[in-house]
């Protein structure tokens, strides 16, 4: 797949991340697609607006894809880094290509993932860059950094 068309598919994340924005969640999306670009599976992070602490982006668009012969061939598009849980995800199903928007805000599992055979390409897309900067920025109660010293932050929901 060429480096332009890897920019189409992540779009459909960024309009994922927009939407999950707006119903008052965290910024990040996500769409798992065929090796010919073909949508199978869209979604967003709903952490806080279900309550769930398994409602990753990732996950979503997973679900969404319902049940594939194999996964090797499929290419899971995300506007952040996934963290271990989504990286375990891709590792566990066997995904054989994860696209990123960005890891500055979060570096995730991507040298893990690459580590075990999985083609990753970050593309430091400055649109999801500045989509979570401005929400971690605007929410630090939601998004929180272990340590000053530490290049992994979490999330970190508080409930009442």
């Known amino acids: ?12 994340a960024i309009a994922e991340a927009r939407l999950g924005l707006v119903e008052g969640g965290i910024p990040i999306g996500a769409a798992l697609f065929d090796r010919k670009g073909k949508l199978l599976g869209r979604g967003h992070n709903c952490r806080v607006q279900e309550n769930d602490p398994s409602m990753h982006a990732e996950t979503d668009a ?6 594939q ?14 963290c ?3 990286s375990g995800l891709v590792r566990q199903f066997r995904i054989g290509k ?3 928007g960005e890891s500055v805000n979060f570096n995730g599992g991507l040298d893990w993932l690459r580590e075990n055979g999985v083609e990753v390409i970050d593309l430091a897309n400055q649109e999801c860059i500045s989509l979570l900067a401005d929400f971690i920025q605007k929410n630090p109660a939601i998004w929180t950094r272990i340590s000053a010293k530490s290049s992994r932050p979490r999330l970190v929901l508080l409930h009442s």
């Open 62 to 67: 997973f679900r969404k894809a319902g049940r």
């Open 84 to 86: 271990w849980y989504c």
């Open 69 to 82: 012969r194999g996964y090797r061939d499929k290419i899971m598009v995300t506007t952040l880094a996934p």
């Open 98 to 100: 994860v696209v990123v």
């Open 1 to 12: 797949m060429e480096p332009q068309n890897h920019l189409a598919l992540l779009e459909i």
